[in-house]
């Protein structure tokens, strides 16, 4: 019963930034993983970067050094901050949350229960 739900999705030009959040509820002490994953048309469903509670996380290569995943665990909150954005950025952006044992690797979808409605980001050359 775990309820997620994005915003701050948008359209910018190469280069600039957004700020994504995730507002969850629903939660259980065992629901330690939070993440975002993006799709873009005809592409995989892909995991771009995770936090677990006690703030371990893990970034895919395409946005190490660019983006930084936070989270607010009184508030229940997940962010994503996107700086340098590329028009390979663009895509539906997903919030993520679960139960995971995974620790040192980013997930695939198909490990993932719980999911946002998705944001939309485009990013202009």
């Known amino acids: 019963q775990v309820q997620l739900v994005e915003s701050g999705g948008g359209s910018v030009q190469s280069g600039g930034s957004l700020r994504l959040s995730c507002a969850g509820s629903?939660?259980?002490?065992?629901?330690?993983?939070m993440g975002w994953f993006r799709q873009a048309p005809g592409k995989e469903r892909e995991e771009v970067a995770d936090?677990?509670?006690?703030?371990?996380?893990n970034y895919a290569d395409f946005v190490r050094g660019r983006f930084i995943i936070s989270r607010d665990n009184a508030k229940n909150t997940l962010y994503l901050q996107m700086n340098s954005l590329k028009p390979e950025d663009t895509a539906t952006y997903y919030c993520?949350?679960?139960?995971?044992?995974?620790?040192?690797?980013?997930?695939?979808?198909?490990?993932?229960?719980?999911w946002g409605q998705g944001t939309q980001v485009t990013v202009s050359s």
């Open positions: 993520a949350a679960g139960r995971s044992t995974v620790r040192w690797r980013l997930l695939q979808s198909n490990e993932v229960k719980n």
């Open positions: 629903g939660y259980t002490s065992s629901n330690n993983y």
């Open positions: 936090i677990a509670r006690d703030g371990l996380t």
